[in-house]
């Protein structure tokens, strides 16, 4: 007997793509309890029949997660619900045929080809019309997916009437939402789904009805109470705004960087003291750059949307564009103070210490650091990498190394990511009589750190800054 046949009938919920959302709100979904502890739902996970999503579907039903992560709370409630039995993983769209809810998490690239950005939108179409293939009447289809705003109503709603209307069912049969996520891979990922706010939309109030519903099982809404957008394209543009604010709000600290360390203060010491007024408390630092799946690509999904999906040529979003060109570039200025400090990089030997986007994460997806590292090596630099997370870097098809590499001949280390093993990392022996250049990209080192490389002869600089502060 396998362990789901001993599991009581219970609604089914699919995930419609198992990635860094997906694993994680099927672990969420299957992790959901009644007031006496029982599980509210069989999860499974769905994925495509090409050899990643293969592998993904075998991991899962092997009990292991197909992602890197520290958070040990979403690690133990994946490895409950596989063992349980309410968490499978197939490649069988058929399967969707069984669902009471399906939740997608499909992704949606932004094409960049020139200088107006653009979605493809025909994989995302055609994951919806698997759904339209299979799903019974009165299913609830919840889309995670970020989309340009307005992809519910002119996009889902119609590919899912013509597939059911293909199977001779009405076209209105099945209930659609649009929830996006807020999930921050890392070490409370979980928790970032369960005990975080969520807004939400219905294409039709009784599809808000049934996402609010089904939401309400899965997150902790007594101390995180759901809000509830009058419709699915103001829930989307939710999410795309939210991103754009922040990649706004980084993107303007970059020049601020720069003057602080021409002029020779510290920012982050200056971000500190303005953080103590509470409308400015999340004011945003400088950085080595911005990378992940999300925000280098978020803040264009408003100028696509105006333009594919509203027909709006003369709306331009002149500051999320610039945020993005400005955080893309972000990591070439790291390269060039180090180009500045040897003189030319033609022949040197830099040590990068993180290639993940965000510290505690193993996604390389969009590093900054990968730009980093092209550049670098376009300019004749040869370069090491280390990361905690990430041993295989496929971006790069590079082996990353989880031990300190050697300083002999190394030219410069370029703290990238601040990692929490960074600051606890004994540099007085790493070193063992090395004097590289240190450049501290991301605030990553201590106050005690910098000191104690410029007592041993390095040469200490700081992106956000100036002079040996
Ligand atoms: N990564 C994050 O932290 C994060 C946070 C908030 C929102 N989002 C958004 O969530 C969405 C998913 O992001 P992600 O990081 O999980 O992407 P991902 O690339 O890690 O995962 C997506 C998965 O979907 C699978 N897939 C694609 N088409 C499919 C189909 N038709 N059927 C079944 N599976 C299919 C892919 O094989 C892949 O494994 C994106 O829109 C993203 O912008 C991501």
Redesign the pocket.
Known sequence: MTPATRLPELPVVCV???????VAMATAVADARDRHGAPLFNVIG???P?T??VA?VDAINAGQLPLATTDRKLADAFAQAVARGNLIATTD?RCYALASVVVV????DVVREGQTPSVNLS?FR??IR?LGRHLEPSALVIV????PPGTTTKVVAPELAVALAERGLHEDGVLIAYS??????GPGYLDSIVNFPRSYAGHTSAAADAAEAFLSKVIDTKTHPLTRLGSTTACETA?VLENSYRAVTIALMEEWGRFAEAVGIDLFEVVRAIRVRPTHSNMRQPGFGVG???LP??PLLGAVAARELHDRLDLEFPFSTQAVAVNEVMPLVSLARIETALGDLSGTSIVVMGVSYRPDVG?T?YSPTETFVRDARARGATVTCHDPMVRYWPELELEVHAELPSLAGVDAIVFAVSHPQYPALDLATWLDGARPLVLDANDVLTDAQRALLRRRGCTVLSIGRGGST
């Open positions: 419609q793509g198992l990635g860094f959302v997906g769905v994925e495509l090409t990643e999503g993904k769209e998490d499909v992704p949606l994989d055609s994951a698997t995670e997916t970020t989309v996006y996520e807020r999930v921050m891979p999410k992940g799946y999300c690509k978020d996604d997806r």
